[in-house]
């Protein structure tokens, strides 16, 4: 090659995936700022109006999430009045989660910030090629033993690790 340049490689299909997966975690972010909610929490929501009643040893584990991480996170949706804790009547160590009827209004206008958001990632493919990408990326996730509607983002939120996940989350509510 003149001036010792090589040609650029191919960009492969991972790259791709993390460029397009980080791009719609940003916009999905800046979507929530304004309802003051980050990504995590969103779907925290969403999976306490999914099971009602779940515990918080159960929804810990099924967000591969180590327990007393949640429990700030669910203070936090507490007290904004999102969510309640109720006592197990089977075993009263045991906290119950239930949505709110503020928690079900905010779950609202967070699906409607989604449809946007999916809306705006999805922008110039036709029905049939957005199937065909959802059903292509559903096979990707199942093969790496990702959880169907769970980020992997989970297990490490809130730990030295999340890149200031718990900062930001504060950050955001004001």
């Known amino acids: 090659m003149p001036g010792g340049r090589s040609e650029p490689s ?9 460029q397009v997966g980080g791009r719609s975690a ?10 003051r909610f980050v990504p995590a929490e969103a779907g925290i929501l969403r999976l306490l109006d999914r099971s009602p009643g ?6 810990a584990r099924r967000l591969n999430m180590h327990a ?7 203070d936090a949706l507490q007290e904004r009045g999102l969510l309640i804790r109720e006592t197990s009547t089977a075993d009263r160590r045991v906290y119950n989660l239930r949505l709110t009827a503020t928690g ?24 049939n090629e957005r199937a065909q990408l959802a059903g292509l990326l559903r096979k990707v996730a ?6 169907p509607g769970i980020h992997p983002g989970y297990k490490t939120l809130g730990s030295t690790n ?5 900062v930001r989350m504060r950050r955001n509510r004001r």
């Open 142 to 147: 199942a093969r790496h033993g990702l959880a």
């Open 162 to 166: 999340s890149e200031g996940a718990a």
């Open 26 to 35: 940003q916009v999905f972010a800046e979507l929530l700022n304004p309802l």
């Open 104 to 127: 079900r209004d905010a779950l609202a206008a967070i699906g409607r910030v989604a449809r946007a958001h999916e809306e705006a990632m999805c922008e110039g493919l036709n029905d």
């Open 10 to 18: 191919p960009v492969t299909v991972a790259f791709l995936l993390s």
């Open 68 to 74: 007393s991480r949640l429990v700030a996170i669910l």
């Open 54 to 59: 779940i515990s918080q040893q159960q929804l």
